[in-house]
């Protein structure tokens, strides 16, 4: 099957592209102009603009948080039933199934679900597997697990230690490793309330730094693609801007990836003791070259903040709207849910919309900064379209600041900022960069060889309207979406990686699980054939 | 003006939803109109006319002659008029009722005047379980208004009420005024066990008292109190039992001190 998308402007910044030509796709792949091969199917993208599918990186759409979420909240999936755009958190009520089919409409074919605890990663791929057309993968939870606390705190070895995070991405088939508040959700169960960088966890002796750092040198050691994913301690305090700084002076010169960056770009200034600290979070970021940050950004409007931090989510507990809430002080992480309507009349919320931009607009870099809402936690997924063109326009970005209290915006810098994304940077940002970020050789770009994951969307100067709908979207080469509406749908897989590891590590998980749990270490592994798909899973490669 | 007259022509084949047929959303309609309102739940479509001959008048007035348990949604959400339902009707029957009166001459489903604001609702029937109670999710139950059920209350009639009167002439079941947040309910009969399981605040009262009493009440004495007194004089038009009841000297219990303990529950008999 030879297909073309011809005459239209494609923009693949990773292979310098940018200009007006065909794009050839054979059997799923993207390919050179062939010599004299007829298309057997031709889809005209004159004036319209062609880029690989979206990556997503940072985005909570399945697992057991996600699922407590929707128990916590059943009367928005009635709500949202009979009149899906009117009604409040209409997004959230999302099945399963309308989550890849909502992604794939705005033209993105990739999305990382970066939470998930090893002993629910099952549920977790049952769940993706029920996630159409794009495809997928998890980040594995590590850094507050008893197994990884006792490793450090009897000082064993590099090698033990990465052989345990290679058991686990294999186990969980993962495609990286997440640490959320490393040593904060331990801690949380001695009644910790509050946890910095360098505070010890009880009765382990090991301090935060340490397990970040550990699981850091891990993960390089391991040669996996994707840098260690950190969501740091005191997310959402003001002051807590200096944490941030902290860790990436931490990083050291090896790879670190900082999750929903807004969250942690907050400073004491102002009469209310909250102001942005973005810019010189933005330029420590600048600075440290192996560092990147994906954004989080607040959008207003009601949603719910799902996280395996515990402690925070424990802590906002009171500030849960509608007033309910589950907090999970359970194995290893636990989690917390924690309903919240982002108002725009709030000074705190209007401070963290500005803190999210200031970020986007003051790092410099595009492949070193991410797309994301941290989905549900900041605004929900479809939110994206009215970001793409915040950032695209001072001027769209000027309305939004005169809606906003005047003395929320005294304590930021966005209204001196005139940066504006271009639609190359845009690429960069949601495909080139976050290919390379996750080791995904084959995607984010469209280049010969790539997957043909590919985005077309009409060239509107309403930015948001061009992004929240997609022309044409193909996926393995395959049509799936026209004019913003799904046509087809299939399967997508899960990326995962397999490093090395030595054979002795799986004999010691099965005597602990046997030993501390009782039970048999089985549980903690996705087989394949449970999930019901041909080819479920796609191995990336590790760098050697 | 004569009412809006909807008769049963036959028991439908399918749950229908009638909460299209309110006054507020029938005012200015012709009969053609109202005939062609669409009531089905399923793909198989259903319209008035198919259910209903129709008799035009006042929608400000409706009677409803002939219905059945497969009636759900009589009368949510209604603003202000009057409904009257000659038959049984199914579930939520009066929900998110704000003003207006609503009379079913017969059992009603569960939950009856789920989360209601105003108004007044009388079944003169049974009531099923969950009266006035919130669905899954909801905060609160009742927000308003008075209900008054002639027959017997299923389980948790009153679950998370906030403000409002509910008087039930018949038995209730378990959990009567569970986790209510506030407001007032009245039971004339024997009430089933553990009324007034995790009320925060509220009035409960419970003519013949209930076979098991939560031991996170605390027995306060009898009394006679003046405020029964002045409540017993709103309560008459409603119900002319309930009104003498509250003028007889009750036992009061305060609770539930498993949560707030704000809450109180009167017994009309000493149990």
Redesign the interface.
Known sequence: MLTRIANGRVIDPANNRDAVGDLWIRDGRIIEVPPGDRPDATYDATGKIVMAGAIDIHSHIAGWNVNTARL?????H?AAAPRPIATPLSKAGWSTFETGCRYAEMGFTTVVEPAVSPHYALHAHLELADVPIIDKAILVILGNDDYLLRLLQANESDAAISDYVAWTLEMSRSLGVKVVNAGGAAAFKENVRAFSFDDVVPSYGVSSRRIVKALQHAVTALGVPHPLHVHCNNLGLAGNFETALTTIAAAEDLPLHLAHLQFYGYGKEGDRGFSSAAAPLAAAVNAANTVTADVGQVMFGQTVTISSDVLRQFNARKQAS???WVILDSDANGAGIVPYDYRRNNFYNAVQWAVGLELFLLIEDPRRVFFTTDHPNGAPFTAYPEIFALLMSRERRAQWLAELPPEALAVTTLPAITREYSLGEIATMTRAAPGRLLGLRDRGHLGAGAVADVAVYEDDADRAKMFRAAALVFKDGELVVRDGRVTQHRWGRALTVRPERDAAIDRRMKAYYEDRYGLSDDFVKVPEHVLGRPDPFERVPCVS | MKPLVLTLRQRPKQRLDLSPLVPHLLAGKTASQIERIALQTTRQSVDVAEIFRVRMGDVERILIEGACERFDHVGQSMTGGEIRVDGDVGTQAGRLMAGGRLVIRGNAGPWAASGMRGGEFQILGGAGDHLGAP?????TGMRGGVVVVRGPAGERAGDRMRRGTMIIEGKSGAYTGSRMIAGTLLVLDQAGPLPGFLMKRGTIVLAEGSGELSPTFLDCGQHQLLAMKLWSEFIRPYSKRAASLLKRSLRRLAGDMAVLGKGEIFIGKRN
């Not at chain 1, 916590?72 to 928005?76: A, D, I, K, S, V």
């Not at chain 2, 669905?135 to 905060?139: I, Q, R």
Request: a positive charge; aromatic letters at 8%.
């Open positions: 916590l909240l059943p009367e928005y009635r509608p007033r309910k | 669905l899954a999710g909801e905060m």
